[in-house]
């Protein structure tokens, strides 16, 4: 079975500080992974992802993850903080094997508030 | 613009009382799928759909049913609504096949209050 730990519901940053997500995930196949973001009273808009291909990968608006198997982590950092960075986001894990029914498993998500 | 679009976007509603959520999407994707967010536990999946006349459970399917007659549209349907379905309903969609259907396209919610 597939899950997906986020470590802490909410994370408060100063603007222009460094942003760090934590995410876990557990899978007993290679897995994919993904960050949602989640805009107030917005649906959820893709980060980035990691389908197998490089570790480090990079998404929209100066956001990037590192896939490391070693710690079955996915990361989210992004260098300096802004104002519009906050919101919440959601780690979440598919599988990429035989029977991949394309549902996402969502962590709890992570509150970001930035502060001036 | 390709898009996911949800109605309605706000339903309060009393407990028993049948309700549809529609959900249509403009990329021809043949993958669709509901989720509920609740707080602290992240999206859950309800039901999914791989194409037309193909639906599936997810995690957290009862009281709930869809319906997959057309390509575009994925309705959520609450036959008896009770107060523990209160929740932010999304609707995605994707083209199916790796790694296409990881990117999956949310709509902007229904936000359901049930009495």
């Known amino acids: 079975a597939q899950s997906v730990t986020q470590l802490g519901s909410h994370v408060s940053v100063s603007e222009g500080a460094l942003v760090l997500l934590r995410c876990n995930y557990s899978?007993?196949?290679?897995?994919?992974l993904f960050w949602y973001v989640q805009y107030p009273n917005q649906g959820l808009q893709l980060l980035l992802k990691y389908t197998s291909a490089a570790t480090l990968v990079k998404g929209i608006n100066g956001f990037e993850a590192e896939f490391k198997k070693s710690e079955t982590s996915f990361h989210l950092t992004k260098p300096s903080a802004h104002m519009s960075d906050a919101a919440e986001y959601f780690c979440a894990v598919s599988h990429a094997g035989s029977g991949n029914t394309g549902k996402l498993i969502f962590g709890q998500g992570t509150t970001l508030q930035v502060k001036p | 613009e390709a898009q996911v679009t949800q109605n309605p976007r706000y339903l309060i509603t009393v407990t028993g009382k049948k309700l549809t959520v529609t959900c249509s999407q403009n990329?021809?994707?043949?993958?669709m799928s509901w989720y509920r967010q609740d707080p602290g536990l992240g999206l859950r999946q309800i039901y999914y759909s791989m194409n037309v006349e193909v639906t599936d459970k997810g995690d957290v399917p009862e009281g709930y049913k869809v319906s997959r007659k057309e390509k575009r549209n994925f309705p959520l349907i609450l036959e008896s609504p009770s107060p523990n379905q209160t929740s932010l309903y999304f609707c995605a969609s994707s083209t199916p096949g790796p790694p296409r259907l990881e990117t999956q396209y949310f709509g902007p919610g229904t936000r359901l209050l049930v009495l």
């Open positions: 990329m021809n994707h043949e993958y």
């Open positions: 899978s007993s196949v290679p897995p994919y």
